[in-house]
């Protein structure tokens, strides 16, 4: 199991970008598929990006397709989430999760989690 730490949340207006980074202690970080969630008030949490241990493949939620990118850098034990064009509707607390093995898009999979940071768009 790893351990992540999310960093980069904060306010901005709609059309901004923000860039979150979780940054992750343990041995196993390249066996590992990452995701980010986010939970908006009185909602469940939703899968918004993943990427597999290598890095070769990404998926997105359809909301976040062509405005979001998400990356892992092995050598650095990191996962970023770069947000562009956001909008009121990405207001939520982001979270980082990690899994061992293929990707899911079920947070039930994911055995590690991040404390969360909050994303704040505002209109």
């Known amino acids: 199991q790893v351990q992540l730490v999310e960093s980069g949340g904060g306010l901005v207006q709609a059309g901004g970008s923000l860039r979150l980074s979780c940054a992750a202690s343990?041995?196993?970080?390249?066996?590992?598929?990452m995701g980010w969630f986010r939970q908006a008030a009185g909602k469940e949490r939703e899968f918004v990006a993943g990427i597999s241990p290598s890095g070769a493949n990404t998926f997105y939620t359809d909301s976040v397709k062509g405005r979001f990118a998400i990356s892992r850098d092995n050598a650095k034990n990191t996962v970023t989430l770069q947000m562009n064009s956001l909008k009121p509707e990405d207001t939520a607390v982001y979270y980082c999760a990690g899994k061992g093995g293929a990707f899911s898009y079920r947070p039930n999979s994911y055995n590690s989690w991040g404390q969360g940071t909050q994303v704040t768009v505002s209109s």
């Open positions: 343990g041995r196993t970080f390249t066996s590992y598929s």
